[in-house]
T-cell receptor, first 114, second 112 residues
Framework: DTAVSQTPKYLVTQMGNDKSIKCEQN?????MYWYKQDSKKFLKIMFS???????INETVPNRFSPKSPDKAHLNLHINSLELGDSAVYFC?????????????FGSGTRLTVV | GEDVEQSLFLSVREGDSSVINCTYT??????LYWYKQEPGAGLQLLTY?????DMKQDQRLTVLLNKKDKHLSLRIADTQTGDSAIYFC????????????FGSGTRLSIRP
């Protein structure tokens, strides 16, 4: 299937733990993004990578560290998890020039910190 | 949302038209979008409109853009139960790089 896929779909973990969320796209896109959706459904961009290089960092705490091993993958590692990190995290991708037609989103990872 | 505003809730009767409204503040916005999020699901791009257009129609969906008032609307004709979802208005912004900024979302519920 042609898509943006995220794993895991659900993640429940204790405060203070370190966890990673993975994202892969097989659309051949150059740019990938992480968005956070809070409990009120507000969506906010966190990071953007273009061809493995960080291009947007929206003042996210440095406990969050994205990593892009290649342009098809953008992983999100979170250290010392806090209750406020509980949210749904969405990965997305696009291509320069065609991003004007919108981003393609994954189905989300619901992170619950207890 | 960040300067893209929508009302939070809309309830319509099945078969009626739904109109979801959005206002944005960036007058230079050139690309605007409507995304749909069904319960427990990801974000699905419904449609987009460019600032050189006033209207775009796609089957049951009609998008109207009023650039003077910075107002965007999404009309869903003959609303069905499957249209129950959260609808997000969004705009493309350019600073150092492009990014899509979302409104707060409008939860559409359908009553029989």
């Amino acid at each position: 299937d042609t898509a943006v896929s995220q794993t895991p779909k659900y993640l429940v973990t204790q405060m203070g733990n370190d966890k990673s969320i993975k994202c892969e796209q097989n659309l051949g896109h150059d740019t990938m993004y992480w968005y956070k959706q809070d409990s009120k459904k507000f969506l906010k961009i966190m990071f953007s990578y273009n061809n493995k290089e960080l291009i947007i960092n929206e003042t996210v705490p440095n406990r969050f560290s994205p990593k892009s091993p290649d342009k098809a993958h953008l992983n999100l590692h979170i250290n010392s998890l806090e209750l406020g990190d509980s949210a749904v995290y969405f990965c997305a991708s696009s291509n320069p020039g065609t991003e004007i037609y919108g981003y393609t989103f994954g189905s989300g990872t619901r992170l619950t910190v207890v | 949302g960040e300067d893209v505003e929508q009302s939070l809730f809309l309830s319509v009767r099945e078969g009626d038209s739904s109109v979801i409204n959005c206002t944005y503040t960036d007058s230079s916005s050139t690309y605007l979008y409507w995304y749909k999020q069904e319960p427990g699901a990801g974000l699905q791009l419904l449609t987009y409109i460019f600032s050189n257009m006033d209207m775009k129609q796609d089957q049951r969906l009609t998008v109207l853009l009023n650039k003077k008032d910075k107002h965007l609307s999404l009309r869903i004709a003959d609303t069905q139960t499957g249209d129950s979802a959260i609808y997000f208005c969004a705009e493309m912004r350019y600073s150092s790089a492009s990014k899509i900024i979302f409104g707060s979302g409008t939860r559409l519920s359908i009553r029989p």
